[in-house]
C-alpha cells in the first residue's frame, strides 16, 4: 500500500510564517476583561447596630449564623427547616442545575485532549464485464484509528473551561442562597404561625368577655335593669368579637398548609408537632454585625453567584476573541486495509498511515465572528451592571433590616406598658359595670383598646422576631465563598444537623 507523504519543507515554512504572523497581529487583541470590582461601599453600616446584652437568650452569647438556628429556644423550628431543606423541589432543580454546570466543565475541557475515534468499513464490489464471460467481484475491509489534536493556540479551550468553571461555582452558590432563602421563609412562616396563634388567644378571651357581658346584659334589659340598646350594643359587640375569632383561626389554618408545603411534611404528622409550643413565638439569640459592609456582603451567596457569572461572561469574550484566529491541529489516520478479488483468489493487505499539521485561517464570515465578540462583550456588560446593583441592593437590605430591627426593639417594651395599661384599665371598668355603676359604652371602649393593645403587642413581637431573621437572610445565613468548593450533591437530599443554614 503506498505511504502517505510527510509534509514538505515549503508547507512547512508557510505554516510557521502564518503562525508568526497571527501571533504579530493578535498580540494585543487577545485581552478578555477581567473580574467585575465591587462598587465603593461605605467603611462603615449607617444603621444602629443592634447590641448584645446579658439576658439574651442562651447566655448572650452572640452565635455564629451558621448554627444559629440551633440556638432558638423552640427545637421544632430546627426540625422544620431541616425537613424542608431535604425535600424541597427547588433545591433539588439547584441540585441538578450544579450537575449540569460540572458535567460543561468537562466537556469544555476535553476539547484540550486527543480526541481518538475508530472507523472501520466493508464493501463488496461486483462488475459484469460485457464482452468477456463472467464477472467481477472484489472483497475490501479496512479498520483503523483516525486522530485529531487541535493545539489550543490561542485560549479557546482555556476560555471555555474558565467560563465553565466560573458558571459552576455560580451554581453552587445559586443553590446555597436557595437553602438560605428557604431556611428564612419556613422560619418566617413559623414566627408567624405561632403569633397567629397568639392572637386566636386575645380573640378567645375578648370573645367570651363579649359573651358573658351580652348574656347579663340580657338579662337585665328583660328585667327592666337595662335598656334595649344597651342589649343589641352587647349582641352587636359579640357578634363581631365572634367574627373576628373565626377569621383568625383561618389565617392560622392557611399558614400550617403553608408550612406543610415548605416542609413537605403530612399535616397529620405537623399537626401534632404544634401542639406543644402553642401560642409561643420563638426566640432567637441575637448576634453581633460588627464587620464593614463588604466584609458582610462578600458571605451573600447570591453576590458570589452573580461574580462568577462576571467571570464566565469575562471567558465567554476571550473564546470569541480567540475564534477570530487561525487554528492550528496535528490530524493523523491509522488504519489495516485488506482486499480480494473473486475468481482469480488474489488479495492484498496492508497498512495505510498518515500525520501531519493542518491550518485553519478564517478568510470571510460575513462579520460574523466580529458579532460574536460584541455580542459577549454586552453580556459581560450587563453582568457586570447586574452583579454592581446587586451588590448596592444588598447593602440597602441590611441596612433595612437593621433599621426594623432597632425599631421593633425599642417599640417592644412601649406595647407592654400600653397593653398593661389598658388591661387594666378594662378590668377597672368591668368591674363598675357588674355593680352597675359603670357605662356599657365606657365598658366597650376600654376592651376595644385593650384588645388593640394586646394584638398589638403580639405584632411588635412578630416583628422583632421576624426582623432577626431577615437580617440573617440579609447577612447570607452564614456561608463563606470557602464553602461553594465542597458542595455535594448529595446535601440536597440530606442536611448535616450540626449545619442546617450555612449550607
Not at 13 to 36: D, F, I, K, Y
Not at 77 to 85: E, H, K
Not at 407 to 436: K, N, P, T
Request: charged content about 20%.
Amino acid at each position: 500500500m503506498a505511504l502517505s507523504p510527510a509534509p514538505s519543507p515549503g508547507l512547512t515554512a508557510a505554516l510557521s510564517l502564518a503562525l508568526a504572523l497571527t501571533l504579530v497581529v493578535s498580540g494585543c487583541a487577545l485581552t478578555p476583561p477581567g473580574p467585575a470590582q465591587a462598587p465603593a461601599l461605605p467603611s462603615q453600616w449607617q444603621a444602629p447596630l443592634p447590641s448584645v446584652t446579658v439576658g439574651l437568650p442562651h447566655g448572650g452569647q452572640p452565635a455564629e449564623l451558621a448554627s444559629w438556628w440551633s440556638r432558638f429556644d423552640d427545637p421544632l423550628l430546627p426540625r422544620l427547616v431541616d425537613a424542608a431543606q431535604q425535600g424541597n423541589g427547588d433545591l433539588a432543580q439547584a441540585a441538578a442545575r450544579i450537575a449540569q454546570a460540572r458535567a460543561n466543565v468537562r466537556v469544555s475541557g476535553a476539547s484540550d485532549w486527543p480526541q481518538l475515534t475508530g472507523v472501520g468499513n466493508a464493501s463488496r464490489t461486483r462488475a459484469e464485464v460485457g464482452q468477456f464471460p463472467g464477472t467481477f467481484t472484489q472483497n475490501s475491509t479496512s479498520i483503523g484509528v483516525d486522530a485529531l489534536w487541535e493545539i489550543d493556540l490561542f485560549g479557546v479551550t482555556r476560555n471555555n473551561v474558565r467560563a465553565a468553571r466560573a458558571r459552576s461555582d455560580s451554581a453552587q452558590a445559586q443553590w446555597h442562597d436557595l437553602r438560605v432563602s428557604l431556611a428564612a421563609e419556613v422560619a418566617a412562616t413559623y414566627v408567624s404561625l405561632r403569633a397567629c396563634q397568639a392572637l386566636v388567644d386575645v380573640y378567645t378571651q375578648d370573645a367570651g368577655s363579649q359573651r358573658r357581658t351580652a348574656e347579663l346584659t340580657q338579662i337585665k334589659a328583660k328585667a327592666g335593669l337595662e335598656s334595649s340598646a344597651n342589649a343589641s350594643l352587647s349582641s352587636a359587640s359579640a357578634a363581631d368579637a365572634s367574627n373576628r375569632l373565626i377569621g383568625q383561626q383561618a389565617d392560622c389554618d392557611v399558614l400550617i398548609k403553608t408550612l406543610v408545603a415548605l416542609t413537605t411534611l403530612p399535616e397529620a404528622e405537623l399537626r401534632p408537632q404544634l401542639v406543644a409550643r402553642n401560642a409561643q413565638l420563638p426566640q432567637p439569640a441575637q448576634f453581633r454585625v460588627d464587620a464593614v459592609p463588604a466584609q458582610w456582603l462578600a458571605q451573600r451567596p447570591d453576590v458570589a453567584a452573580l461574580e462568577r457569572e462576571v467571570l464566565a461572561a469575562a471567558g465567554d469574550v476571550g473564546a470569541a476573541q480567540a475564534d477570530r484566529y487561525p487554528r492550528i491541529s496535528l490530524a493523523g489516520t491509522l488504519s489495516v486495509v485488506s482486499a480480494s478479488t473473486g475468481g482469480s483468489g488474489s488479495s492484498v493487505n496492508g497498512t495505510n498511515w498518515s500525520i501531519g499539521p493542518a491550518l485553519s485561517l478564517p478568510v470571510f464570515d460575513a462579520g460574523r465572528r466580529a458579532a460574536t465578540v460584541d455580542a459577549a462583550r454586552a453580556r459581560y456588560d450587563e453582568a457586570r451592571a447586574r452583579y454592581e446593583q446587586r451588590v448596592r441592593t444588598a447593602a440597602s437590605e441590611v441596612e433595612q433590616a437593621l433599621v426594623r430591627l432597632d425599631a421593633a426593639l425599642r417599640r417592644e417594651a412601649d406595647a407592654q406598658q400600653a397593653a398593661l395599661g389598658f388591661r387594666q384599665y378594662f378590668e377597672a371598668q368591668q368591674a363598675l359595670v357588674d355593680v352597675g355603676a359603670g357605662s356599657l359604652l365606657d365598658l366597650e371602649q376600654a376592651r376595644r383598646n385593650a384588645l388593640l393593645a394586646a394584638a398589638g403587642l403580639v405584632n411588635v413581637q412578630r416583628e422583632r422576631v421576624a426582623s432577626w431573621i431577615t437580617l440573617y437572610k440579609s447577612l447570607g445565613g452564614g456561608w463563606t465563598p470557602d464553602a461553594a468548593t465542597t458542595v455535594q450533591l448529595s446535601d440536597a437530599a440530606s442536611t448535616d444537623s450540626s449545619n442546617r443554614a450555612a449550607q
